[in-house]
């Protein structure tokens, strides 16, 4: 089974090395258009399978009936079709007959095209001929279009290459668990970072989108979303991927995008997640020039939805050339027309008319809209005075590809009291770098929800700022005029410094070794006079006794008993899933239960935890229960499951890909090794040790051989190896030693070292061989054990790959806030150790020394 990591690590290789030089922004749509024709053919096909028979039939046996049945009872079967999809593609435009014609050498790029338009006739007179319509049209696939290449051939060439590359995946299959749409997903995403700035128009960043779809999803009975910006659809798709599965059966989806390519690329997009089309009512048109969708039967409502989410073009200039009115039903709250510099408002507004009276909507935006004034100013203050602002989330800077900016996310509620707070969270400072941009993990995003859903207050990272703070801040919302940044920096104390001692009220922020030990810390701490302390016993003797005490021992036992319960629970449903929809459900419950079990041990940071979960998931549980749920497999089938280890081979145009070997579909072969077979890898590490020694000793000798000056190394020297100028180089020429052994005597020192040298060497070579083939005995005999594995050695190389480390990461964490504050104890104790006056007599003694040896210099004339 190839799986959705495979399937996107496979397509993205493919897309790089067949583009060329054509710019990513422009490349996906062709990709990712015929990716999606590969599926419209699959669709049919299967559809027309269930129409015939319920039995195994190959695929050629499939594409042969559907001719012969196509002829015999054409526009029976066409509309048949029809009204099962709302499409169909004839047997002679299937993607699978471009691939015969490839096969066969009848490859005519003007089928394509001709495939291309005639699907676009079939559907024109259908129900859903607007949720098609145009989809391969001339501006998004023009296969004419010379950036394919120069002429007919070259063209020829990269579009039968790039249909290849579809060649042998099973779109409908793919489609089950939204394999297929995350692989679309995720190829959308790596043209968007290859895009760089053009990819603003297409694409919201992964982490954001979770963020604000999170918070939409948790609009209670959603049951209709909007972007008036979609984009892709990836905040779309992100909050269906959110909710229940009964939810997701009953929501209807609403985008409107201006760019036509990207229209076409989100009805792809939703098609491919499995979204019907009678749940989808996309547009091709501009959001701010004509209010759409609109209710004929109120005209001045408007449609309106549970949840609307939004990621709009920043600081669009220019952006009322419709010459738009403030009595324009949009605009009425406001009071006034956002500035047309600026058209940030215009899109929240936008947004807020169409949100229902219960619904939630998300929107991000750059931060200059939280202050700025005159027009602006004026319609965030009418906002706040409804109250319609229900959270102010500041995120870092440069998450975007198209923006290194810091953006805001704003959540708006209709339905809040007047006297309800407004939440502000400053999550700016939390993220990693991962190449150029900056990253939120998943840690960061739990709690930034988290805080959002518990209302919570915390310092330097969360406010609850009262109507009354809103007013004497001028209806300003800079974050920094709410929550006030952590300073981790340490003010110094002047008397400690003058007079030496830790002053006591840094020892009192020491809160959690004071909560957990504070009789060693007291024991520790000598009084220097009132209210400053030093150390009697080194740091590192403190943190031994600390952290090897038996109440943080205790601790630390009772996190990883109850770690292991928590894996024992888990265990057991993760080998027993056998269909893909369950694996995201599972993945969430995990995750809230590592942090429900942490929150009953106090000090503890529980999304250093929920990080540590969110990275097993990510690094193996995800690949591997997709591979466990395939259809006719279990756990311990999945294990012994061989399948080719394809390994590449050299690079650029050379670059291919062979087999070498095969591997277990789940366990890697390096852990078999490990486990299974640890005596065969001590004797073959062992030997590499010896050859390590041996290289050393030859290094000497070949050291000694440039320096020494002498006859015993003459025959040594003439033995190494030299480049074209005669130099020597760090190794020895066999062929030339064995030469300088036949013509040295043998009763001279000169032979003796040469006989060490040939006897090194020819250790050396013996252990290569000897570990070559131990290594290649020990890969064949994991090879043929994956195949004879016992349940209990599966369950156990399982575990050791998934949770192996698990219990020991988390119980780090009860030693992790305590570490830091002895650090922090470190460095007090090491800032105020050196009083003034103890400087000063240091400065005395070294002025005497100076004296004492300018009086022994001896002036000559």
């Not at 073009?313 to 010459?323: C, E, I, L, T």
């Not at 507004?349 to 229902?356: I, M, N, Q, T």
Request: aromatic share 8%; glycine share 4%.
């Amino acid at each position: 089974m190839i799986t959705s990591e495979e399937i996107k690590s496979r397509l993205w290789d493919g897309a790089n090395e067949l583009r060329g030089s054509m710019d990513a922004s422009r490349y996906k749509d062709y990709m990712l258009g015929l990716m999606f024709y590969k599926f419209l053919s699959d669709k049919t096909l299967s559809s027309f399978k269930m129409m015939i028979t319920r039995d195994e039939i190959t695929q050629s046996e499939l594409i042969a009936n559907y001719h012969k049945s196509m002829a015999e009872r054409g526009p029976q079967l066409e509309s048949m079709l029809q009204n099962t999809l709302g499409y169909y593609v004839l047997p002679e435009h299937l993607y699978q007959t471009w691939i015969e014609d490839i096969n066969k050498g009848n490859f005519e790029v003007q089928k394509v095209i001709d495939s291309l338009n005639h699907f676009e006739r079939s559907i024109a007179n259908s129900k859903d001929a607007d949720d098609f319509k145009n989809l391969f049209s001339n501006s998004t696939l023009d296969l004419t279009d010379t950036a394919l290449g120069s002429n007919l051939h070259e063209r020829s060439k990269n579009i039968k290459a790039l249909i290849l590359l579809f060649a042998d995946l099973d779109m409908v299959a793919l489609q089950k668990g939204d394999v297929l749409g995350d692989a679309y997903e995720y190829l959308i995403g790596q043209f968007a970072m290859e895009a760089g700035k053009k990819a603003g128009e297409f694409y919201t960043p992964r982490q954001v989108s979770e963020v604000m779809a999170q918070i939409a999803a948790k609009t209670p009975n959603i049951r209709s979303i909007y972007d008036p910006t979609v984009g892709s659809g990836s905040l779309l798709l992100t909050v269906k991927k959110h909710l229940t599965k009964q939810a997701q059966q009953s929501l209807t989806y609403y985008g409107q995008e201006k760019n036509t390519a990207t229209y076409n690329l989100v009805r792809m997009n939703l098609l491919l997640h499995e979204v019907k089309p009678n749940k989808m009512t996309i547009r091709n048109g501009d959001t701010l020039a004509h209010d759409w969708p609109e209710d004929p039967e109120r005209p001045c409502e408007g449609v309106q939805f549970d949840a609307v989410v939004m990621n709009p073009p920043y600081s669009v200039k220019n952006w009322n050339r419709a010459g738009l009115k403030v009595s324009d039903p949009r605009f009425e709250i406001a009071g006034v027309l956002p500035p047309d510099s600026k058209g940030d408002f215009a899109f929240l507004l936008h947004g807020l008319f169409h949100l229902g009276q219960s619904g939630t909507m998300t929107i991000v935006l750059p931060h200059g809209i939280l202050f700025r004034g005159v027009a602006e100013g004026e319609i965030r203050k009418r906002l706040l005075e409804k109250n319609y602002i229900d959270t102010v989330i500041g995120l870092p800077s440069n998450l975007f590809t198209n923006t290194g900016i810091p953006v805001v996310v704003l959540v708006l509620k209709k339905n809040r009291q007047l006297t309800d707070p407004v939440l502000i969270i400053d999550a700016s400072n939390t993220f990693i770098k991962v190449g150029k941009q900056n990253v939120l993990q998943e840690k960061d995003i739990a709690k930034i929800v988290d805080t959002y859903v518990l209302r919570q207050e915390q310092t330097g990272y969360s406010h609850l700022a009262t109507r009354q703070e809103i007013i004497a801040n001028e209806y300003n919302l800079n974050i920094p005029r709410y929550i006030d940044a952590i300073d981790d920096d340490i003010a110094h104390d002047v008397e400690g410094h003058l007079l030496g001692g830790i002053p006591q009220h840094n020892i009192e922020q020491l809160a959690v070794i004071r909560a957990t030990t504070p009789d060693l810390l007291q024991s520790a701490l000598v009084p220097v006079r009132p209210h400053y302390f030093t150390l009697k016993e080194e740091i590192s003797e403190l943190s031994t006794k600390i952290l090897n005490d038996e109440r943080i021992r205790q601790q630390s036992a009772q996190l990883a008993q109850q770690t292991q319960a928590y894996i024992d629970s888990y265990w057991s449903q993760i080998i027993a899933v056998n269909d893909a929809e369950q694996i995201h459900p599972l993945m969430e419950a995990m995750l809230n239960d590592i942090k429900s079990l942490l929150t009953s041990f106090n000090h503890i940071d529980i999304y250093d935890g929920y990080q540590i979960i969110a990275e097993i998931w990510q690094n193996a549980l995800l690949h591997d229960i997709e591979i466990i749920s395939a259809p006719k497999t279990n756990f311990y089938t999945a294990a012994r499951n061989r399948v080719p280890n394809m390994v590449n081979k050299g690079s650029g145009a050379k670059k291919r890909s062979e087999q070498d070997g095969f591997i277990s579909s789940l366990i890697p072969s390096e852990l078999i090794a490990s486990e299974l077979y640890a005596d065969e890898l001590t004797n073959i590490d062992n030997n590499k040790q010896q050859i390590q020694t041996l290289e050393s000793e030859l290094a000497d000798l070949v050291e000694a051989a440039k320096v020494e000056d002498s006859p015993e190394y003459d025959a040594l020297y003439e033995s190494l190896k030299k480049n074209d100028d005669d130099e020597p180089l760090d190794s020895f020429d066999n062929k030339k030693l064995k030469q300088e052994l036949k013509d040295t005597p043998k009763d001279t020192e000169a032979y003796v070292i040469l006989k060490k040298v040939d006897k090194l060497i020819s250790q050396k070579s013996t252990l290569s061989k000897q570990i070559k083939a131990d290594e290649l005995a020990l890969k064949e005999a994991v090879q043929e054990r994956i195949l004879n594995l016992t349940d209990q050695e599966i369950d156990r190389l399982m575990y050791k790959k998934w949770f192996g480390n698990t219990i020991a990461l988390l119980s780090e964490l009860i030693e992790k806030p305590i570490k830091a504050e002895l650090k922090t104890l470190q460095m007090l104790n090491e800032r105020y150790q050196d009083t003034l006056t103890s400087i000063d007599k240091e400065i005395e003694q070294l002025e005497a020394e100076l004296q004492a040896m300018m009086q022994d210099l001896v002036v000559t004339q």
